[in-house]
């Protein structure tokens, strides 16, 4: 019999979801033994054009990272979906937009204005900016179109199963290729990963007192952690009580709080949402004044409660005074 | 296409990735000959725009996904920046400690590079069956325990990041004014064990090079051959001594003579850097503003510099440590001139850097300050603006914010060590084109040493390399100029070339 075929593929990503498959060590030899990589451009080949030769859905699983962000990747994830049977979302930039997702604050033409003609050491007097296709002395040179808005994978094609994380850990990567081996695969749409919040695993949840208030939030920055003490109980933001576990709480071996890239749980909708309120229900005051004044400390909800979702949530994008197309 | 019929078109698309997906499009004249080639960048996230509005402590944390390979570089580079927003200066051993996990990184990163993706060109062969050019024909030719020497070095380079930073990928242990945790006693005992592995490790490494590479006059001669050749400005940090050091100092400037064109502060870059666009590639191509954007040519009146391994020794006096100092006397006295215009040599720089990465570690995890509580300073200074740069694996990195007065980022300037070497890629793709493609005849030499010319810089198509083997897959096609296939060439990761 021969082994199933397997694809891994990249979008707008950063390289550290395939970092992450690299960090199987040797365990990636069995997942090599195991299946048949047939696309995975980042160590073996991209050969788009061996994919298209292939027969449909004849793929077993297409792991597909990072967030939809220009027509070349829109166009390969819809190839992969054609030819797989399985498509996981790997990673929080293709199951909720990710870091990259923020630059929904803003769309094309602003990025654009930004990154190619306001930033400091730009020199671009005659405001040139990259084309879809440019005449240069009579040659055509293209180029993948940039869209206004980031997408999930979601968004874009019907997406399986999604493994959470900025990185997700070797350990989930492994299960779910385990699982896909197996046959012994939970219902489609499930995430990957434990279905309860990081606060319920984590070291530090002793300290946290059975009645949490907090009449100051502080930043990171301004207070010298306790590396043992509930990062919420001493005023700073921990996305954990409403995150989705499985990350081995890294970020608080690292003495700093969680900042959700492992996204919600199933029972969640909105994430950020859900967050927000948590955090306002433990401010300890009756007073709106006072209320309002200890959540000026949250100096940028958008970006801490969303930082990884913003594409995923009710919120999406900022609305833009002139909508144009996508 | 009104006026050109006959004109043809050569695509190499797709290469792996650079930072995203790589291209090149080779336009030839009516006569066959190479026109123009086009090295293009076909991906942009616009880190710069969504900056804006975030607080700048949460820079180091989000700018490392601009790279998941050199996370702990952004990580870094964002942290010093945001150091200097908040006007703080680290703690002694906060700094060591951020010193100490940067060593740690980059000499896994090269490391990396070495074994896995430059490596195998030289170790195995340029001209060896592509099917064995890659990590398990090193593997091959130099041992198994070998192999599993380069494993585990990695692996326990990775843990002290781990170990400081939460994770390798994307850490979290810098903030203005130093890191996040303290190292335990334990951990700096854990932490010399690796480092002097570590050292013997790159001692390893270096003879290995020079018994594989330097004794074998065929690539001594591919080295210092004119396709991979040009004659730029060479930037990279260096120490007070103008030594080179991966973590902080002043940037210097060398000629393509090797003179001293500048040495400045890194809040001084913008007096010395620019950055041009062209319409057919999202990356911007940096230049050196005194001299000016002349397109991409090379010599003393062309602002094209270069960054990352080669760069930085050409651009610095010596190294800091001795066994590395050592190993960089005897490059130049090898080579006999000073700058090394050769960019095949990177390999061999490449080398000398893991030595002082790991000697450096050696000293920073000795050293009995590291265990210091005291790793950071609270900020009280109200924020404004600030730069910071390390010298990533890949050459310069500056970032740049300016932030209101809670600390919110209001603007963000970003060059990266690609971006740098942007200009001087594309004019060694041309130039490895030009030399190889006549008319119709296009063989397998052309995709070798298109691929050789880009993998000397460019390790970040390393995303891959720490990865698993496989020769960087090409197909090349000749076109009409309205798109007609004339002829098409793919080569597999295998090594077969199928027609």
Redesign the interface.
């Known amino acids: 019999m021969s082994k199933p075929k397997v694809a891994f593929y990249?979008c707008?990503?950063?390289?550290?979801?395939?970092?992450?498959?690299?960090?199987l060590?040797?365990k990636?030899l069995d997942v090599?033994a195991a299946v048949d990589?047939v696309l995975?451009?980042?160590?073996?080949?991209?050969?788009?054009?061996d994919v298209e030769a292939m027969p449909d859905g004849s793929i077993a699983a297409a792991f597909i990272n990072g967030a939809i962000?220009?027509t070349?990747q829109e166009e390969m994830a819809h190839l992969l979906r054609r030819k797989a049977q399985l498509v996981i979302a790997f990673g929080a930039c293709s199951q909720l937009g990710?870091?990259?997702g923020?630059?929904n604050?803003?769309d094309r033409a602003?990025?654009f204005r930004?990154?190619?003609q306001?930033?400091?050491?730009?020199?671009?007097p005659d405001g040139?900016?990259?084309?879809t296709a440019?005449q240069?002395?009579?040659?055509?040179?293209?180029?993948?179109g940039?869209y206004n808005t980031v997408r999930t994978l979601e968004q874009v094609i019907a997406v399986d199963y999604s493994v959470p994380g900025?990185?997700p850990t070797p350990e989930l990567l492994a299960d779910a290729v385990q699982a896909l081996l197996s046959g012994n695969l939970p219902p489609k749409g499930t995430v990957l990963a434990p279905d309860h919040a990081l606060c319920e695993d984590c070291r530090r949840k002793d300290s946290r007192p059975e009645k949490l208030t907090v009449k100051e939030w502080k930043?990171?920055?301004?207070?010298?952690?306790d590396?043992e003490k509930c990062f919420l109980a001493q005023g700073l933001l921990c996305m954990g009580p409403a995150t989705r576990s499985g990350c081995g709480s890294?970020?608080?071996?690292?003495?700093?709080p969680c900042?959700g890239c492992f996204g919600p749980t199933s029972r969640v909708r909105d994430f950020g949402g859900k967050a927000l309120s948590g955090f306002a229900s433990i401010v300890d005051s009756n007073e709106e004044d006072e209320i309002a004044r200890i959540l000026e400390f949250i100096?940028?909800p958008?970006?801490?409660l969303y930082?990884y979702s913003l594409p995923a949530s009710p919120l999406r994008r900022k609305k833009m005074e002139v909508t144009t197309h996508a | 296409m009104p006026e050109v019929t006959e004109r043809r078109r050569i695509t190499i698309d797709p290469i792996t990735r650079l930072e995203g997906h790589g291209k090149i499009d080779i336009f030839l004249n009516d006569a066959g000959q190479v026109e123009r080639a086009y090295f293009q960048v076909p991906e942009l996230r616009g880190f710069e725009k969504f900056a804006e509005g975030r607080p700048v402590e949460d820079m180091p944390q989000i700018t490392s996904r601009i790279c998941g390979v050199c996370p702990m570089a952004h990580h870094m580079a964002a942290t010093k920046a945001a150091d200097a927003v908040y006007h703080v200066t680290p703690t002694s051993a906060g700094r060591k400690v951020r010193e100490l996990v940067y060593n740690a990184f980059m000499a896994e990163d090269h490391a990396l590079h070495f074994y896995f993706l430059g490596g195998p060109d030289f170790v195995v062969g340029p001209n060896a069956p592509a099917a064995e050019r890659n990590v398990l024909g090193v593997i091959a030719k130099v041992g198994v325990e070998v192999g599993q020497k380069v494993i585990s070095m990695r692996r326990r380079l990775r843990e002290i990041m781990s170990t400081l930073g939460g994770k390798a990928i994307h850490p979290v242990l810098g903030l203005p004014g130093g890191v996040s945790r303290r190292v335990t006693a334990e951990e700096q005992k854990t932490f010399q064990q690796v480092a002097s592995d570590a050292v013997e490790f790159a001692r390893f490494t270096l003879d290995l090079f020079e018994k594989v590479v330097l004794k074998n006059s065929d690539y001594v001669n591919l080295i210092l051959s004119d396709a991979f050749t040009h004659k730029t400005y060479y930037m990279g940090l260096v120490d007070a001594n103008n030594h080179v050091n991966f973590y902080d100092g002043q940037l210097r400037v060398v000629s393509p003579d090797g003179q001293q064109y500048a040495k400045f502060k890194p809040e001084q870059y913008l007096d010395y850097l620019a950055e041009h666009v062209e319409p057919w590639s999202y990356i911007k191509f940096a230049y050196l503003k005194p001299i000016g954007w002349k397109g991409f040519t090379d010599g003393p009146d062309s602002g094209v510099y270069c960054v990352a391994p080669l760069a930085r020794l050409n651009a610095a006096a010596g190294m800091a440590t001795p066994l590395a100092n050592a190993a960089y006397q005897q490059m130049y006295s090898t080579l006999g001139v000073k700058p090394v215009h050769h960019t095949l040599a990177n390999h061999w720089a490449r080398v000398i850097e893991i030595l002082y990465a790991a000697e450096r570690l050696k000293q920073l995890a000795d050293d009995p300050e590291l265990t210091d509580p005291n790793v950071r300073t609270l900020p009280t200074a109200v924020p404004s603006e600030g730069v910071g740069v390390v010298e990533a694996p890949r050459g310069t990195l500056i970032h740049h914010f300016w932030t209101d007065e809670r600390g919110l980022v209001r603007k963000a300037n970003l060059i990266v060590a690609t971006q740098n070497n942007a200009a001087r890629i594309a004019m060694s793709v041309e130039k490895a084109a030009k030399g190889l493609i006549s008319g119709s005849n296009i063989d397998e030499g052309v995709l070798n040493m298109v691929e050789m010319a880009f993998r000397a810089y460019d390790p970040c198509h390393g995303c891959a390399t720490h990865s698993l083997p496989g020769s960087m897959p090409l197909i090349v096609t000749v076109r009409r100029q309205d798109g007609a296939a004339l002829r098409m060439l793919r080569r597999d990761s295998d090594g077969s070339l199928h027609r």
């Not at chain 1, 930043?219 to 952690?225: E, G, I, N, T, Y």
């Not at chain 1, 890294?250 to 700093?256: F, L, T, V, Y």
Request: charged share 20%; proline share 9%.
């Open positions: 990249w707008a990503s950063c390289g550290g979801c395939e970092e992450a498959v690299v960090d060590n040797e990636i090599a990589i995975w451009p980042v160590a073996l080949d991209f050969k788009r054009k962000r220009n070349e990710g870091i990259p923020l630059a604050l803003s602003g990025i930004t990154v190619y306001e930033t400091a050491s730009t020199v671009n040139v900016i990259p084309l440019c240069d002395n009579g040659r055509t040179v293209t180029l993948p940039f900025c990185p930043r990171p920055h301004q207070v010298l952690a590396p890294r970020c608080e071996h690292g003495n700093m900042t100096p940028d958008v970006g801490t930082r």
